[in-house]
């Protein structure tokens, strides 16, 4: 069974850094791509970042370009969000999902996300 | 404001049969297949149809998918309380090159 758990999160000041870290089990984790995607209290999930299977292809919403940085550790099975320059409206639930394929797009085709972890929660506050 | 659009809310008995729907481009919906997932926040969203109208295993077939054109369908029959939750379709975007999520759509069973 697939098992993905969410740690890093916690309060952070306006400006300030944040390293998010997500453990993958019970898969290859290495086959496939990985996610990071957000919901802000009272809003809808948004999609925030992505690293394909190699790590050697990233994405990046518009909302943190240039701000959050994902890495993946393939011998210890995990993916990171790299967060500076937080600000108030990056305050949410992140969590961390697999994709079912080696990138979102292969290919010329969608692979979407098939397992999601709990979320760890951001709040970035003075 | 998403580049794919689905209803705020819908509503229906329990029993009786819901459709959410889930509007986008060329560049989107149009030419990539859409994935549907159900959540109750905090919680970790429950993918429900993938590639359009397939069923992961353990997914009842209450819960079908459909697409056409433009737009997507997640249809939901025999409403039970516990499908109370909100709904996101997600497809990728060709212009943008990012995934992109619906707004989500909240079901109430009354």
């Known amino acids: 069974e697939v098992h993905l758990l969410e740690s890093g999160g916690g309060l952070a000041r306006p400006g300030g850094s944040l390293r998010l870290s997500c453990a993958g089990s019970?898969?290859?984790?290495?086959?496939?791509?990985m996610t990071w995607v957000r919901q802000a209290p009272g809003k809808g999930l948004e999609w925030v970042s992505g690293i394909s299977n190699s790590g050697d292809a990233t994405t990046y919403a518009d909302s943190v370009k240039g701000r959050f940085t994902i890495s993946r550790d393939r011998s210890k099975n995990t993916v990171n969000l790299q967060m500076r320059s937080l600000r108030a409206e990056d305050t949410a639930v992140y969590y961390c999902a697999k994709s079912s394929g080696k990138n979102f797009l292969w290919l010329g085709v969608f692979y979407g996300m098939d397992a999601w972890g709990q979320g760890t929660t951001v709040t970035v506050s003075s | 404001q998403s580049v794919v659009t689905q209803p705020p809310s819908v509503s229906a008995a329990p029993g009786q049969k819901v459709t959410i729907s889930c509007s986008g481009s060329?560049?989107?919906?149009?030419?990539?297949?859409v994935y549907w997932y159900q959540h109750l926040p905090g919680s970790a969203p429950k993918l429900l149809i993938y590639d359009n109208n397939e069923r992961p295993s353990g997914i009842p077939d209450r819960f079908s998918g459909s697409k056409s054109g433009t737009s997507a369908t997640l249809g939901i029959t025999g409403l039970q309380t516990g499908d109370e939750a909100d709904y996101y379709c997600?497809?990728?975007?060709?212009?943008?090159?990012?995934?992109?999520f619906g707004g989500g759509t909240k079901l109430t069973v009354l």
């Open positions: 060329n560049s989107n919906v149009g030419y990539n297949y």
């Open positions: 997600v497809t990728w975007d060709d212009s943008l090159s990012v995934v992109v």
């Open positions: 019970g898969y290859t984790f290495g086959d496939y791509a």
